[in-house]
C-alpha cells in the first residue's frame, strides 16, 4: 500500500506535499512525494512560487517507481500546462490511478499557476484519472459554466471528462458527486473558521489513502469527507478547514 502525492510544497504544513503525507500516515498508508514546485507562504499570505523543472520532475517520478509499486496517487499542484501534461505522461507509462485535485489558486488568494491551465487539465489529464476534486471556482473553469446552485454543480460535472466530486463549501456545504454518471448529493454542515488552507489537498489525499486501502471510490469520497470534517472539529490541523 504505497500512494504518491505529485504537488508543491507549502514550508508552513498545512497544504502540499507536507500536507499529503500526514493524511496519508493518519490513514495507515506510505506516502511518496515528487515535488513540482516550492513556495514560500503560509496560511494567510502568499510570497511566491520556484517551479521544479519538468524534467527533474521526471526524475523524481521514476526514482520512485524504480523502487516501490504504486497504484493509487494524486495530483495537486501542477502548475503549468508542461507539468500536466508529464504527468500525464507517467500516469499512462506506470498505469497510475489518479486523483487529480485541480489546484489553480491558493485559500490564501495566491496564484498556484503559471497561466490558464484548466485547458491543459481537460484536454491531457482528467480524461486519464479516476476522479478529480474540484471547489467550485475550479469547477467553473474546468467546466466554463457559472456554478450559482445544486443543479448547477450537477450539469458542470456532466460537462467535466472524469468521475468529479465538486466540494461544497462555497455551495451551502453541498457536495456533488458523479461517479459513472450517477450523481450523490451530500450537505455537510459548514464550521466557522478563518482558516480554510489545505482543505482541498487533504480531501483529495484521504480519498487516495483509502482507495488503497481497497475501498471503492464512493466510499474513499466519502470516508474522505468525515476524515475531513473531523479534522476541522477537533482543531487537527490548528484553527482549519471548514469549506473544502
Ligand atoms: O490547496 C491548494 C494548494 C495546493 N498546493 C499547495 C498549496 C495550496 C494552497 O495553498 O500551497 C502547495
Known sequence: ?????????????????????????????????????????????????????????????????????????????????????????????????????????????????????????????????????????????LSGIKINSKEDAVKATELIDCNCFITGGHLDGINVINIDDEITIKKQELIETDNLHGSGCNLSSAITAYLAKNNSLMDSCLKAMDYVYEGIKNGNYGTLIAKI
Open 1 to 141: 500500500m504505497i500512494v504518491m502525492s505529485i504537488a508543491g510544497v507549502d514550508p508552513s504544513g498545512g497544504a502540499g506535499v507536507f500536507a499529503d503525507l500526514k493524511t496519508f500516515q493518519a490513514i495507515g498508508v506510505y506516502g511518496t512525494g515528487i515535488v513540482t514546485a516550492l513556495t514560500s507562504q503560509n496560511p494567510y499570505k502568499f510570497f511566491s512560487t520556484q517551479p521544479v523543472s519538468p524534467e527533474y520532475i521526471e526524475e523524481q517520478i521514476d526514482s520512485v517507481m524504480d523502487a516501490y509499486e504504486v497504484e493509487f496517487i494524486k495530483t495537486g499542484m501542477l502548475y503549468s500546462p508542461e507539468i500536466i501534461k508529464l504527468t500525464a505522461k507517467k500516469i499512462r507509462e506506470y498505469n497510475l490511478k489518479a486523483v487529480v485535485d485541480p489546484v489553480m489558486v491558493a485559500t490564501s488568494g495566491g496564484d498556484l499557476t503559471g497561466g490558464d491551465i484548466a485547458d491543459a487539465f481537460n484536454r491531457h489529464l482528467l480524461p486519464n484519472s479516476i476522479l478529480t476534486t474540484p471547489n467550485v471556482s475550479e469547477a467553473e473553469r
